[in-house]
């Protein structure tokens, strides 16, 4: 049985079945069965089902809401914003699907014709993450549905409530059984998961279990695609407004409790507004409302995961040892639940924890910069490539640092943005492969080659 608390109260909100290996082993074997006939349904009748589900998560957006901050501690508002999020990317895969995944004639001198078809890969397997858990499951299930494969889906044994909530409502909205297929439980059932005949890997977490997954997977070249963390940087450059800036970077380094893969987790701020950028900075955090997740006026919910307090502790502490001026916050709140205040150094360096690992938590190093080439150092000087931004005024300035960073997104003048039009991918250990734009529903398919000869 999976226990499953709510992480703002440590309170028992559902104790869940969870999959054993002959299940999960059973189960990806229907899958294997079941696939062939979904992907030859026509491309209407999985844009219908789709677009159902899509009507089904608005109509319920409540509720579920709900759910994911009970099991999760992330503030009502921030949950809505996390399914309304959703819709918009199923509207854009909706849009897109049919124009993506039909086959097209790239070549034909009257004798020859070569043509490119798009058949999905076959049956995959989904390993989500619990920070957005409709985000991260939704970009990948929403376009490999789409696109005609079965999906052996993993929600996180943190957020498997709301998993249980997107299996319902897909099956209702006539995805079969067989075809989405939700397994329940923890790194154990990932593990069952990858040792089943599936054709494609795609996971959503941590880099430690994706170096894991990767060595299971890698020698028997099943596609795999890995979305892993980041130690995601931004600069300030000398010509902008301290304060805009500040207010705007304050919210990427703690919505969610800083706990997104996109979070701004190192901040370089040029010598000459520093000070005016670590005030506001500084007041800005001051007035977050931290508390009650189900409260409308709360801004930062309790941390997920209660071994994580163990990290922002260890990073502060190292912080603190190697000189870092404390500006606010520095340490756990009491319980019952998991709470950590938001906190922000300054005097920061590379020697520091706090600048070189994924903090995931409300806390972030404000470090000062005399320049743009140390600034593109410091940002590059880093095993992970998820996002970095730029805040400056001039464009032409920004893009040719950004174009320097070794990132698979860049930003300027905003940050810890999202968008379905747009490839998400990283460099390093931040991962491989992309979702989301025509390219993450592509990723879902296997092309062939077509040369056809009339006699
Ligand atoms: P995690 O690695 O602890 O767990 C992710 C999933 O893997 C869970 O479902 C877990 O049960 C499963 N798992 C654990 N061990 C496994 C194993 N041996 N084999 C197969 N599956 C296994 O990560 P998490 O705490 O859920 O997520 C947080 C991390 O995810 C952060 O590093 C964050 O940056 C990253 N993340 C990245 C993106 C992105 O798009 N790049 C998005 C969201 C989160």
């Known amino acids: 049985m999976l226990k499953i608390h709510n992480p703002a109260t440590g309170a028992l909100l559902a104790e869940v079945p969870d999959a054993t290996s002959d299940i999960v082993a059973e189960?990806?074997?229907?899958?294997?069965?079941?696939?062939?006939?979904?992907?030859?349904?026509?491309?209407?009748?999985?844009?219908?089902?789709?677009?159902?589900?899509?009507?089904?998560?608005?109509?319920?957006?409540?509720?579920?809401?709900?759910?994911?901050?009970?099991?999760?501690g992330k503030p009502i508002r921030q949950s809505r914003n996390e399914i309304n999020g959703l819709l918009a990317r199923i509207d854009f895969f909706?849009?897109?699907?049919?124009?993506?995944?039909?086959?097209?004639?790239?070549?034909?001198?009257g004798g020859t014709r070569e043509v490119i078809s798009f058949d999905p890969l076959g049956v995959i397997v989904n390993i989500s993450a619990w920070n957005y858990p409709y985000f991260v499951g939704g970009n990948v299930f929403v376009p490999a549905l789409l696109a005609g494969n079965a999906v052996l889906y993993k929600p996180s044994e943190f957020a498997a409530l709301t998993g249980l909530h997107i299996a319902r409502l897909l099956h209702a909205a006539g995805v079969p059984q067989d075809v989405f297929v939700p397994l329940i439980g923890r790194g154990?059932?990932?593990?069952?998961?990858?040792?089943?005949?599936?054709?494609?890997?795609?996971?959503?977490?941590?880099?430690?279990?994706?170096?894991k997954i990767a060595q299971v997977i890698g020698p028997r070249f099943v596609k795999l695609q890995l979305e892993l963390g980041g130690k995601d940087p931004t600069y300030v450059a000398d010509d902008v407004d301290p304060k805009l800036a500040a207010e705007s970077l304050a919210d990427g380094a703690m919505y969610n409790a800083g706990q997104s893969c996109c979070s701004v987790e190192r901040i370089y701020v040029h010598e000459r507004l520093h000070d005016a950028f670590v005030e506001a900075f500084v007041e800005t955090v001051r007035g977050f409302r931290i508390g009650d997740p189900t409260s409308e006026e709360t801004?930062?919910?309790?941390?997920?995961?209660?071994?994580?307090?163990?990290?922002?502790?260890?990073?502060?502490?190292?912080?603190?040892?190697?000189?870092?001026?404390?500006?606010?916050?520095?340490?756990?709140?009491?319980?019952?639940?998991?709470?950590?205040?938001?906190?922000?150094?300054?005097?920061?360096?590379?020697?520091?924890?706090?600048?070189?690992?994924?903090?995931?938590?409300?806390?972030?190093?404000?470090?000062?910069?005399g320049s743009d080439a140390e600034a593109l150092a410091l940002m590059n000087d880093t095993r992970y490539g998820l996002t970095a931004g730029m805040y400056a005024k001039d464009e032409s300035r920004a893009r040719a640092l950004l174009g320097q960073v070794r990132a698979g997104t860049v930003y300027w003048n905003c940050c810890d943005r999202v968008s379905p039009r747009l490839p998400w991918s990283g460099h390093g250990d931040s991962g491989v492969g992309l979702t989301l734009s025509t390219m993450g529903i592509e990723t879902f398919t296997r092309p062939r080659a077509w040369h056809l000869r009339q006699p």
Do not use: C
């Open 27 to 72: 189960r990806a074997a229907a899958a294997r069965a079941a696939q062939p006939a979904w992907a030859a349904r026509p491309m209407q009748d999985r844009l219908d089902v789709l677009q159902r589900f899509r009507v089904a998560i608005a109509a319920e957006t409540e509720p579920l809401a709900a759910t994911l901050t009970a099991e999760v």
């Open 299 to 369: 801004y930062i919910g309790a941390i997920t995961r209660a071994p994580q307090l163990d990290v922002l502790d260890a990073q502060v502490a190292d912080a603190k040892a190697k000189g870092a001026t404390l500006r606010i916050g520095g340490k756990r709140r009491p319980g019952p639940g998991n709470w950590y205040e938001p906190t922000v150094f300054t005097n920061v360096d590379h020697t520091m924890e706090l600048m070189r690992e994924e903090s995931f938590g409300p806390i972030i190093g404000i470090q000062k910069v």
């Open 188 to 211: 154990d059932v990932g593990a069952a998961l990858l040792a089943q005949d599936v054709d494609g890997v795609f996971f959503t977490g941590s880099y430690a279990t994706g170096a």
């Open 94 to 109: 909706l849009a897109q699907a049919e124009a993506t995944l039909r086959a097209q004639q790239v070549f034909d001198d």
